[in-house]
């Protein structure tokens, strides 16, 4: 499944943030995210750095994750990426809030922005029987 990242200049839109949700969904059943939040990308030196909250539900419980990713964007290894993925917490399912809440932040860094479950993983069509 390949994520619709096509968006320009929406949250959580991008080639790296694509890569990411592919590495997600090798991890995670994509068929049980319910929320993915992301933080603004940061950039240093020749690096790009993004984090991404995932919020699953499994059966009676919820279960929230970081996707983190660094991407060189400058000098000889430019289009180098690695992904990560660590489950952070899990509880309740309408313990949503309280879970966020675990999740490591920097000081300076704004509140994550909503990304669209479709953005990342757009429902799968299926084709129409042959007539």
């Known amino acids: ?21 592919a590495t ?7 068929a049980e995210i319910d ?7 940061l950039r240093r ?3 790009e750095f993004g984090t991404a909250i995932v ?3 499994e059966g009676n419980r ?10 060189t964007i400058k000098g000889r290894d430019r289009g180098t990426f690695e992904a990560q ?7 309740p399912l309408e313990t949503l809030d309280e879970l966020l ?3 490591p932040r920097r000081s300076d860094e704004d509140p994550p922005d909503p990304v669209s479950l479709d953005l990342w993983y757009p429902p799968i069509q299926e084709e129409p029987p042959a007539d």
Do not use: K
Request: charged share 15%; aromatic share 10%.
């Open 62 to 71: 919820r279960r929230i994750y970081t996707g983190r990713y660094a991407h």
């Open 85 to 91: 993925c660590a489950e952070v917490g899990s509880g």
């Open 1 to 21: 499944m390949q994520p619709n990242l096509t968006i320009p200049d929406a949250p959580g839109a991008g080639p790296a943030w694509a890569r990411l949700a």
């Open 45 to 47: 030196d020749l690096y």
């Open 55 to 57: 919020s699953r539900v």
């Open 35 to 41: 929320g993915i939040w992301t933080f603004r990308p």
């Open 24 to 30: 997600l969904a090798e991890t995670i059943p994509v």
């Open 101 to 103: 809440t675990l999740v």
